[in-house]
Every structure is written in C-alpha cells, then in structure tokens.
C-alpha cells in the first residue's frame, strides 16, 4: 500500500466553502486589526525611548487597549481553527506545474498564506502562553511578537487584496450558494453553514468572555480563564512575589533606604521619613500586559515632591528595585509620568501599609503605565536630565 497526500478532491463537506471562509474571515480580520492596533500601544508604552511621549491620561487607556488586546486574541482562536479547517483542501492543491506564468502566481500567493498563517499561529500561541505567565522561550517576547506582528499586519493586506474578488462576492451572495465551491464539496455535514457560523460565534464569544473577567470586575465569575482575578491583597492580583524577587529580607530590613539622585546630589530616607513627607491618595489601576486589570486606591509621596528634595529639573527617571536580577529590576519613569501629580510612590493601598508582595516599603503607580513598569520595592530614582 501506499501512502499518498490526500487531494482537495478528498474533501467532500460542504462547509468547507469559500461562502464560510469569507464569513469566518472578516471577523478574524476585525480581530487582528484590534490586536494589532492595541499592541501597537502597548508596545509604544513599554518603550523606554518614547519619542512621542505616552499620555498619562486617561489613567485608565493602558486598561482598556490591554484588555481589548488579549480578549480579542483569544476570540481569535476559535475563528482562526474554523478557518483553517474550511480552507483545509487548499493546502493540498497541487501546483499547475505546466504553465509557468500561473505556477508564479499560485506560489507567491500560496506563500503569502503559509506566511499568514504561520505568524497568526504564533501570534495566538505566544500571547496565550504569555497570559498565562508561561514562557518557555529564550527570546525577547516583546521584541519577537511585536515583528511577528508587522509580518502578520503585512501578509495579510495581501491575502485580502488577492482574495477581495472572491471575497466580495461570497459576501453578497447567500451564505449557502456554491458557486465558489470545489465540485467534490457537496456532502452535508451535520450543521449548515448557517449553524456552523453561529457555533463558530459563540465560541469566540464564549473565549471572550472567559478572558473578559480578568479586566472587567463584573465578570470575574464567569471567567474560568482569568487566571489572576481579583486574589490577593486588597483585590489586587500578584505577580512577582517578593519571596520570587528574593526581597523580602532586604524590604523588611531597618537599614532600607530610598535614595534620591540628580548628578552629585542625593537624598536617603528610610520608610519613617518617606511617610513624614506630605501623603497624597490617588485611584489609579494596575493594568498588566496579560490582560488582567484591577483598580485601588493608591496613598504615599508624590514623585515629583520627591525630585524637588533634590532640586532636580524634570526629566526621565531610572528607577531601580531591591530586587536583586530579573528584566523588571531597574525601569524608566519617563518625564510626563514623574511630571504628573498623579504618579505616587505609594506606601499604602486601600489605606493600610503596603503589602510586601505588593511592594512594601514602596513602589511606583503612576496613571495610564502597563503593569510592568509599576515597580514594586523601590530604593532608587535617579533623575537622567
Ligand atoms: N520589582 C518588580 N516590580 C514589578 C514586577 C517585577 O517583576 N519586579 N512586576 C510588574 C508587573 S508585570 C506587574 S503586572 C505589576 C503587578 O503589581 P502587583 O503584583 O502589585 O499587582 O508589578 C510590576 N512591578
Ligand atoms: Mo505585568
């Protein structure tokens, strides 16, 4: 016997129609255009650079473009497996060998989709890995996705420009007309076209949601994928812990300092003098690169009080952890953010002492910031101006 590729003349359902691969198509590509806008933003948030600075406000954007980025990345993948498995003969085509004009074209578009598809199945793959604080990479996440992402945006102008005939026309025709169809595509199946579209729906909508209650408090109980919602102290999920940091004795310790630099200038103020200094109380929410979000009600020093004991101009500010390795160690407080009232280097939330996980002694909260430039057990700004 033996064993040969199976030909688009084995397939023989009639779902696996171009009528259903548009449908399926211009939801997954409202999917993608989200993602990728949003990610655009976070990546312009989390770049220490920022030639165009950041707003700081609405204190609660990062939250909403986050948010928005990793539940329309998981809607999108039951609507990237319904399509593939609809456009499944297509890969099995085999190429029209004897005329070389068709055979460049049929490869260049075939190569345009195994592009596609390709970075959309690593786009999914990684961010879902990510949310769920699952990295078994050696690569920069951030640095790969976001180019993954430029290919992804890239391949797939061309797929919809190559396709916007076939495109068209399956949209304006009913959802059960063949005309596009391969001629073996005739069995039924066990749903119609109609029912697989609604079960293809649902199930992007039911992903959505189960994602959804990590940002969005009402849904917390629906949202068996909300990996982090709502536990921890004051509500508030915890990422890095500070027995995971390795900070808990140095945190704790009566020798902790907060230092103040600007050139030769500097200050150091243990937790006492740090709750000595005028204490200010601002709302403002943790909202992680994960997706997860959460709201509190932040109380310590403002930033720039702090720059002022150094008489420091305004500028960007390093800001270094007691954690002792690890990417999130030292970051950069960008200027509109150590400017803005708003920004605190806060020592209580919900009005009690930090929590060590939390930060304790202090940590940075500053409006409109991606989680993972709030850093938590604070011993050193530095103004760069
Ligand atoms: N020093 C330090 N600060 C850190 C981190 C870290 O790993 N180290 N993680 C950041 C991330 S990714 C997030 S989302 C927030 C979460 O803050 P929370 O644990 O208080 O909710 O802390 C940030 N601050
Ligand atoms: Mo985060």
């Known amino acids: 016997m033996r064993l040969a590729a199976p030909t688009p003349e084995h397939?023989?359902?009639?779902?696996?129609?171009?009528?259903?691969?548009?449908?399926?198509?211009?939801?997954?590509?409202?999917?993608?255009?989200?993602?990728?806008?949003?990610?655009?933003?976070?990546?312009?948030?989390?770049?220490?650079?920022?030639?165009?600075?950041?707003?700081?406000?609405?204190s609660w954007g990062y939250r909403v473009t986050q948010?928005?980025?990793v539940i329309t990345g998981t809607a999108a993948v039951p609507l990237l497996l319904v399509k593939l498995w609809t456009v499944l003969p297509k890969f099995f085509e085999r190429p029209p060998l004897r005329d070389p004009r068709r055979l460049l074209l049929t490869s260049l578009e075939r190569a345009s989709i195994g592009v596609l598809v390709a970075a959309g199945v690593f786009l999914l793959a990684t961010g879902l890995m990510n949310s769920s604080q699952w990295y078994p990479w050696a690569f920069s996440f951030r640095a790969t996705h976001y180019a993954v992402a430029w290919i992804a945006i890239g391949a797939l102008v061309v797929h919809v420009a190559v396709k916007l005939p076939v495109i068209r026309d399956a949209l304006t025709s009913h959802v059960d007309d063949t005309r596009h169809d391969r001629p073996t595509a005739v069995e039924p199946g066990a749903l119609s076209r109609r029912g697989l579209l609604r079960t293809t729906w649902l199930a992007g909508g039911v992903a959505a949601l189960a994602t959804a209650g990590s940002a969005v408090p009402v849904l917390r109980d629906v949202s068996v994928l909300g990996v982090r919602s709502g536990d921890g102290p004051a509500g508030i999920p915890i990422n890095k812990s500070a027995v995971s940091a390795g900070v808990t004795g140095t945190a704790t310790s009566a020798a902790y300092r907060l230092e103040v630099a600007y050139g030769d200038r500097s200050v150091s103020l243990s937790?006492?003098?740090?709750?000595a200094l005028p204490q200010h109380t601002e709302t403002l929410p943790i909202a992680c690169v994960e997706g997860w979000s959460a709201s509190g009600s932040w109380t310590g020093v403002r930033v720039a009080d702090l720059l002022d004991l150094v008489e420091a101009p305004r500028g960007d500010v390093r800001v270094e952890s007691l954690q002792e390795s690890g990417p999130f160690r030292v970051t950069t407080l960008q200027d509109q953010f150590a400017r803005d009232e708003r920004t605190l280097l806060a020592l209580a939330l919900d009005?009690?002492?930090?929590?060590?996980?939390?930060?304790?002694?202090?940590?940075v909260i500053a409006p409109n910031r991606p989680g993972v430039l709030q850093t938590k057990w604070v011993t050193r700004l530095e103004v760069q101006a």
Not at 35 to 49: E, I, K, M, N
Not at 271 to 275: F, S, T
Request: glycine share 10%; with cysteine; proline share 10%.
């Open 271 to 275: 937790h006492d003098d740090l709750l």
């Open 67 to 69: 948010g928005l980025h």
């Open 11 to 58: 397939f023989t359902s009639r779902l696996r129609s171009p009528a259903v691969a548009a449908r399926v198509g211009v939801w997954l590509g409202i999917a993608f255009s989200i993602c990728f806008l949003t990610g655009l933003v976070s990546h312009w948030a989390q770049d220490p650079g920022q030639p165009i600075p950041f707003p700081t406000s609405p």
């Open 351 to 363: 009005g009690e002492t930090l929590s060590l996980d939390h930060g304790f002694p202090c940590r």
